[in-house]
Nanobody, 126 residues
């Protein structure tokens, strides 16, 4: 299995940019589709973005499309989430996810992802 560790979450101001990182270990990183979910207080966990094994295909939630960019560096076993023009409603714990199945980039339901990191807090102050 693969272990995922997120980093980069912090308190920022509305309109700021922030990049989250997720370092993977344990298995061949390039075999895994990767993604990000988030969960705000009192709300269900929601899909943010996903990227295919080679990084060719991406998938975004409508709420972040055009503001967030997911990318990966398979040589560094790391996936990133670049977040621009942050809003207060982006405040949440952000989770990195991974799955070895083909087509994982299309998984928008949290239950479909096999591997999860511990999460990193992003707080956007208005």
């Amino acid at each position: 299995q693969v272990q995922l560790v997120e980093s980069g979450g912090r308190l920022v101001q509305a309109g700021d940019s922030l990049t989250l990182s997720c370092a993977a270990s344990g298995r061949t990183f390039s075999n895994y589709g990767m993604g990000w979910f988030r969960q705000a207080p009192g709300k269900e966990r929601e899909f943010v973005a996903a990227i295919s094994r080679a990084g060719v295909m991406t998938n975004y939630a409508d709420s972040v499309k055009g503001r967030f960019t997911i990318s990966r560096d398979n040589a560094k076993n790391t996936v990133y989430l670049q977040m621009n023009r942050l809003k207060s409603e982006d405040t949440a714990v952000y989770y990195c996810v991974g799955d070895e199945r083909a087509g994982a980039v299309g998984f928008r339901e949290s239950i479909r992802w096999d591997y999860w990191g511990q999460g990193t807090q992003v707080t956007v102050s208005s």
